[in-house]
């Protein structure tokens, strides 16, 4: 079993506190540890697993955060400073993250009689007998 749950220590009548550790599957096997302060009716193998897997979602969003949106670009010398520089980081991410998620709904293959592009702009190209812009044979 990868995945093992310590002792539950009660903290109060509703919390608890214990440990969580996974191994991995591999010959020579890592394990990483959790500490776990949960309340007690929720605290089951099952939900902590899946809340510790969360971690690696929010992982890779910060990864994508500072690759993309600058989160490791910041130079404040105040704490208010960087909670904005955080603040307007993270929320560039959100936005880029909900125009990928229109882009690839609304995506049409190359070529596609059903690929529309921007409808305002094919309408301001039809209104006035403009030509289609020839597309390039690779999207960015």
């Not at 989160?71 to 125009?99: F, K, N, P």
């Amino acid at each position: 079993m990868p995945w093992t749950q310590n002792p539950l220590t009660p903290i109060s009548h509703k919390r608890v506190s214990g440990s969580l550790v996974r191994r991995s599957a591999e010959a020579k096997p890592e394990y990483a540890f959790y500490f776990t302060y949960a309340p007690s009716e929720k605290s089951t193998l099952k939900i902590l697993v899946a809340v510790a897997g969360q971690r690696w979602a929010v992982e890779s969003a910060f990864e994508m955060a500072k690759g993309e949106c600058g989160l490791d670009h910041y130079e404040v010398r105040h704490w208010q400073g960087w909670c904005r520089h955080i603040t307007l980081s993270m929320l560039a991410l959100a936005m880029l993250t909900v125009l990928r998620a229109r882009e690839k709904k609304t995506f049409f293959p190359q070529g596609s009689s059903q690929r529309a592009g921007n409808p305002a702009f094919a309408r301001f190209r039809a209104a006035r007998g403009l030509a289609r812009p020839r597309t390039s044979s690779r999207l960015v």
